[in-house]
């Protein structure tokens, strides 16, 4: 995980490798509001197959403990890495801590890497 504050927006970066979930937490703040851009990434090894069935994975977002994104894609380029993206915005309340959650659904296409990051955009 990596952050910066002062003067520098909040940027919280988690980067995984070889497993289907990853987690951060963004504190928060005692007496300001702020607003994130929150990015999801996963790339995975689809495996080369001579079968005419395409492989499945997906991704997922959870904001405390809510669905916040969900997506199921239907890979056609056996023996290729390919992958899923998300971006939203998200505000923060002052207080309160925000748990983000992305995870990678399926089994079928093994994960190269995950990421998850918020970057501060400004207060409310």
Do not use: M
């Amino acid at each position: 995980t990596v952050h910066t504050c002062g003067p520098a927006p909040e940027h919280w970066v988690v980067r995984v490798t070889d497993t289907a979930v990853a987690q951060l937490v963004i504190p928060g703040a005692l007496s300001r509001h702020r607003v994130f851009d929150v990015d999801v990434q996963v790339q995975v090894r689809v495996p080369g197959s001579t079968s005419t069935k395409a492989a499945e994975f997906g991704l997922s977002l959870e904001i405390n403990g809510s669905q916040q994104w969900s997506r199921t894609h239907r890979s056609t380029t056996p023996g290729q890495p390919d992958g899923l993206e998300y971006h939203c915005t998200l505000a923060v309340e002052p207080g309160r801590d925000t748990r983000l959650r992305a995870r990678v659904i399926g089994r079928q296409c093994p994960v190269i890497s995950l990421s998850l990051s918020a970057v501060e955009q400004g207060t409310v």
